[in-house]
């Protein structure tokens, strides 16, 4: 197995959900976490928890979905950490709506949260990545494999990012990166409750998969040794009946 300890692991959408339980899992693991969001209050709640097991936490406050945020992120990466072992993207943003009537506006608000940013932070980061053979993972979603009525908009973004994904992967095998997908169903998170709202239905939290259930399966495929790699992850909530 691959010892996550002291590998440095970038994590967009750390503040919350998914992001925050991988860097939580990732921080159980020894790993060196830069956490990445937009709300510092959170991110440094999640830092103050992660450093009970990590050797080290950087919370870096900005906007991904800008350039020149991107370029800042960069440069002080190279300070803090001077490498990259491990990328996690986990933020991303929904807006609900049929295609007849959904705004062009979210469309290009989603696709430059989703698709664009994911890219050009890869984009930027490849160069480490590529020097430490290390690992990306694309937080995807069911939408990403299943466009249902209602998220024509968010579904694409995630098919896009899908096809980034296995671009990706194509290019950089070779050069002993790996490249994993995870599609997880309706998780509990601050996203969910808000999609809940959105859809005039009740949010309850037990209904749907935990963070921490997907967390568990980004550390195992993580972990593998260099013999194996998990290329598409699906969860799912568990229905008993």
Same mark, same amino acid.
Request: net charge neutral.
């Given at each position: 197995m ?70 800042? @992120? /960069? !440069?002080?990466? #190279?300070?803090?950490?001077?490498? *990259?072992?491990? +990328? ?9 709506g049929?295609?007849?009537?959904a705004s ?15 890219y ?14 290390g ?25 896009? @990012? /899908? !096809?980034i994904? #296995?671009?990706?992967?194509?290019e *950089?095998?070779? +050069?002993?990166?790996?490249?994993i ?20 239905k ?13 967390a568990?399966?980004?550390?195992n ?21």
């Open positions: 691959i010892v996550l300890k002291n590998q440095v692991a970038v994590v967009t959408g750390a503040s919350s959900g998914i992001g925050k339980a991988i860097a939580l899992a990732l921080a159980a693991q020894g790993a060196k976490l830069c956490l990445l969001g937009r709300k510092l209050d959170q991110l440094l709640a999640v830092q103050k928890s992660a450093e009970e097991t990590s050797p080290q936490v950087i919370c870096y406050q900005l906007d991904l979905t800008l350039d020149e945020d991107i370029e800042k @992120l /960069k !440069a002080r990466l #190279d300070v803090d950490f001077g490498h *990259v072992d491990i +990328l996690i993207h986990s933020a991303g943003v929904i807006a609900l049929d295609i007849q009537t062009v506006a979210n469309f290009d608000w989603q696709y430059r949260t989703n698709v664009r940013t994911p050009l932070l890869t984009q930027t980061l490849l160069p480490d990545l590529i020097s430490s053979q690992q990306i993972v694309f937080i995807n979603s069911s939408a990403g494999l299943n466009a249902k009525a209602g998220v024509g908009q968010y579904a694409a973004t995630k098919h896009a @990012l /899908k !096809a994904a #296995d671009s990706l992967r194509s *950089v095998n070779a +050069l002993g990166v790996r490249v997908s995870v599609f997880p169903g309706r998780t509990a998170s601050p996203m969910q409750a808000a999609i809940c709202e959105m859809e005039g009740a949010y309850n939290s037990s209904r749907f998969l935990q963070p921490e259930d997907v568990a399966v980004v550390i495929a993580l972990s593998l040794p260099h013999t194996a790699e998990v290329t598409d992850i699906h969860v799912r909530p568990f229905q008993k009946s």
